[in-house]
């Protein structure tokens, strides 16, 4: 079974502020992978990331990181600088290597940026 | 490329009536997937299709949904009867055969009153 835990329910930061939102992880797939999505108010999910459990490697895209653990199984996500555009729903999925490409979702972090 | 294409784009019904949702994956992927999202929920698969086969319907609530691939295109899923817990937004992705890059479509959200 797979399980991914966003503990963090909503997250409320002023704009230009640092934010980490947080993803752990459950999988007994030596082969798997994580991503992260933003769904803003339209609904639709946006992709923001894969990383496959073989490249602990961080990764850097502009104002966003990632920090990948598998010591901790965990897959944490910082949004440097923050902007009001940034305000969604922020979602991590897991998909294992024995799983046939379907994605087990969190629960979802709502981030609101105010200005 | 075109995305993945779904319609309608908001459905509003009463209980126990029926109703119909297509997909229109991206072309050339294998894999069509179809989940629910309700409110304040992340995704939940209902069911997935590799071309016309079935992979995974265990989530699928097969008393009253149901769901095909014609010629391994385009899907339909189908409820009947509508129940109020059945308000969401269904979802539909695409990816090709293990690349793991999924496709998502706008979705549709459904209203059961």
């Known amino acids: 079974a797979q399980k991914v835990t966003q503990a963090q329910t909503e997250i409320s930061v002023v704009e230009k502020e640092d934010v980490t939102l947080d993803c752990v992880y459950e999988?007994?797939?030596?082969?798997?992978?994580l991503f992260w999505y933003k769904q803003p108010p339209s609904g639709e999910l946006v992709f923001l990331i894969r990383?496959?459990?073989?490249?602990?490697q961080n990764e850097i895209s502009g104002r966003y990181s990632w920090n990948f653990q598998k010591s901790t199984s965990s897959f944490n996500f910082t949004i440097t600088a923050s902007q009001v555009v940034d305000s969604a729903v922020y979602f991590c999925?897991?998909?294992?290597?024995?799983?046939?490409?379907?994605?087990?979702f969190g629960q979802g972090t709502i981030l609101t940026v105010h200005p | 490329e075109a995305g993945v294409a779904q319609s309608p784009r908001y459905k509003i019904i009463e209980k126990r009536q029926s109703v119909a949702f297509w997909c229109n994956p991206i072309?050339?992927?294998?894999?069509l997937y179809w989940y629910q999202q309700i409110l304040g929920q992340g995704p939940k698969l209902l069911i997935q299709?590799?071309?016309?086969?079935?992979?995974?319907d265990s989530q699928l609530p097969k008393d009253r949904f149901s769901a095909e691939r014609l010629k391994g295109v385009d899907s339909t899923l189908k409820i009947q009867p509508a129940k109020l817990e059945d308000s969401a937004v269904y979802l539909c992705?695409?990816?090709?055969?293990?690349?793991?890059?999924?496709?998502f479509g706008s979705g549709t959200r459904l209203t059961v009153v």
């Open positions: 992705a695409s990816s090709s055969t293990r690349n793991y890059g999924y496709t």
């Open positions: 999988t007994r797939d030596t082969t798997y992978y």
């Open positions: 990383r496959n459990s073989f490249d602990e």
């Open positions: 999925a897991l998909v294992g290597g024995t799983s046939y490409g379907k994605l087990t």
């Open positions: 072309s050339g992927h294998a894999t």
């Open positions: 299709f590799q071309n016309n086969g079935v992979v995974d």
